[in-house]
């Protein structure tokens, strides 16, 4: 229940407002181009975070939109995959 009031929480914040937050268009394209870049990619939030430069919260709220949306999904041991 804490990480979904978190995860709502974090939905209310608008990126892109500085020079040092992408706009989400921009990382849902960065992750998306990653994941059919390279076929097989498994990575927990915490790898996702590191690769495309992600605060864990921000990385975990974005990889949850994509798999409610299936355009990933999340397998039993927590990582994401086309």
């Known amino acids: 229940m804490i990480i979904e009031?978190?995860?709502a929480e974090r939905r209310?914040?608008?990126r892109?407002?500085?020079?040092r937050e992408p706009r989400?268009?921009?990382v849902v394209d960065t992750i998306l181009g990653s994941f059919t870049e390279m076929p097989g990619l498994c990575l927990?939030?915490?790898q996702a975070a590191r690769l495309f430069n992600l605060k864990i919260e921000s990385c975990?709220?974005?990889l949850e939109d994509l798999v409610r949306e299936s355009r990933l999904h999340?397998?039993?041991r927590g990582q994401y995959r086309l």
């Open 24 to 26: 989400r268009s921009h």
């Open 16 to 19: 892109g407002n500085s020079d």
């Open 5 to 7: 009031a978190r995860i």
């Open 74 to 76: 999340r397998d039993a």
């Open 12 to 14: 209310q914040i608008t």
């Open 44 to 46: 927990t939030v915490e």
């Open 60 to 62: 975990e709220v974005i």
